[in-house]
């Protein structure tokens, strides 16, 4: 059985269209224009093109974008400053500060700097603890994209088996939280899990976020499974680079009901639910 090709590329686009239909009413009828603020601390090549592209697609959406870029040996003082006149300024709805940031800066302490309010990432720990215990929150855009993409897929979720694989702040445990939420009975399969193999092929949906290529073969997919790849990954085969998610692509793709390509799967859509996050942020910041 060959799978559906979950296409993010296109799904993307149209939360964009969203999006953008919404920026336009915001200022229409209220003449306010939603502002995203980036923050990218030093050079790392991967965060200044993702970077951009946030800028990018912020305008393109009709929204305002401040970025700030600052020196790789900026202090956590600095750092702090910015952050903090950023959530004073009523112009800037949501906050992002890249990660990673440079090795000696905490990443916790800044991130819990930005007003809860404002956090689009969803990664401060009010919000990590509202989607926790099921409250109104700000959910983090690659998770929120993979149960979007999900919930079109398939209606209801409810009283499917996944398993997330990496349990990382940003993708595993959110996703994880996303799915209980809508009433999957949920695993967090990890470097340490037993028999992971078996683990997955339980699963009616799989949620490969590693950032290890190709590391989930086909043979490891219950038939028909939907399988969420979160993985970008950069490798040299045949002479070229080439990007690969974190499941083998052909032999998944022959087991599996449906699956996100890498790249045009759950990339495109990170942006775009930053972007709705962001008129959220304003939405809820003007009553
Ligand atoms: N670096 C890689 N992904 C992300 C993300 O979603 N948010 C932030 N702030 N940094 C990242």
Same mark, same amino acid.
């Given at each position: 059985?060959?799978?559906?090709?979950?296409?993010?590329?296109?799904?993307?686009?149209?939360?964009?269209?969203?999006?953008?239909?919404?920026?336009?009413?915001?200022?229409?009828?209220?003449?306010?224009?939603?502002?995203?603020?980036?923050?990218?601390?030093?050079?790392?090549?991967?965060?200044?093109?993702?970077?951009?592209?946030?800028?990018?697609?912020?305008?393109?959406?009709? /929204?305002?974008?401040?970025?700030?870029?600052?020196?790789?040996?900026?202090?956590?003082?600095?750092?702090?400053?910015?952050?903090?006149?950023?959530?004073?300024?009523?112009?800037?709805?949501?906050?992002?500060?890249?990660?990673?940031?440079?090795?000696?800066?905490?990443?916790?302490?800044?991130?819990?700097?930005?007003?809860?309010?404002?956090?689009?990432?969803?990664?401060?720990?009010?919000?990590?603890?509202?989607?926790?215990?099921?409250?109104?929150? /700000?959910?983090?855009?690659?998770?929120?994209?993979?149960? /979007?993409?999900?919930?079109?897929?398939?209606?209801?979720?409810?009283?499917?088996?996944?398993?997330?694989?990496?349990?990382?702040?940003?993708?595993?445990?959110?996703?994880?939280?996303?799915?209980?939420?809508?009433?999957?009975?949920?695993?967090?399969?990890?470097?340490?899990?037993?028999?992971?193999?078996?683990?997955?092929?339980?699963?009616?949906?799989?949620?490969?976020?590693?950032?290890?290529?190709?590391?989930?073969?086909?043979?490891?997919?219950?038939?028909?499974?939907?399988?969420?790849?979160?993985?970008?990954?950069?490798?040299?085969?045949?002479?070229?680079?080439?990007?690969?998610?974190?499941?083998?692509?052909?032999?998944?793709?022959?087991?599996?009901?449906?699956?996100?390509?890498?790249?045009?799967?759950?990339?495109?859509?990170?942006?775009?639910?930053?972007?709705?996050?962001?008129?959220?942020?304003?939405?809820?910041?003007?009553?």
């Amino acid at each position: 059985m060959a799978a559906n090709i979950i296409d993010g590329k296109a799904f993307a686009a149209t939360v964009r269209e969203k999006v953008a239909g919404h920026v336009a009413r915001l200022k229409e009828e209220h003449d306010i224009t939603p502002g995203l603020a980036v923050v990218l601390v030093g050079e790392d090549p991967a965060s200044q093109v993702y970077v951009r592209s946030k800028g990018k697609q912020t305008v393109e959406a009709g /929204m305002n974008s401040f970025e700030h870029k600052l020196d790789a040996d900026t202090s956590e003082a600095d750092l702090l400053a910015v952050v903090d006149q950023l959530n004073k300024d009523p112009a800037v709805h949501g906050i992002l500060v890249q990660l990673p940031l440079p090795g000696h800066l905490n990443e916790d302490l800044i991130i819990n700097s930005i007003a809860p309010e404002k956090d689009v990432d969803g990664f401060h720990i009010s919000n990590v603890g509202l989607l926790g215990t099921g409250q109104k929150s /700000m959910v983090p855009c690659t998770p929120l994209g993979c149960l /979007m993409m999900l919930r079109d897929y398939h209606g209801s979720l409810s009283g499917m088996d996944a398993v997330v694989i990496g349990r990382s702040n940003i993708v595993g445990k959110p996703m994880a939280q996303l799915l209980l939420g809508d009433s999957c009975t949920v695993t967090i399969a990890h470097s340490r899990t037993k028999d992971l193999p078996d683990v997955v092929r339980r699963a009616d949906i799989v949620v490969a976020a590693v950032g290890r290529p190709e590391m989930v073969p086909g043979d490891w997919i219950k038939e028909g499974a939907t399988v969420i790849d979160v993985g970008i990954n950069r490798i040299e085969r045949d002479g070229k680079n080439v990007l690969v998610g974190d499941v083998d692509f052909a032999s998944c793709a022959e087991r599996a009901g449906a699956i996100t390509p890498v790249p045009g799967g759950v990339g495109p859509m990170t942006i775009a639910c930053l972007l709705a996050n962001t008129v959220t942020a304003c939405c809820r910041a003007n009553g």
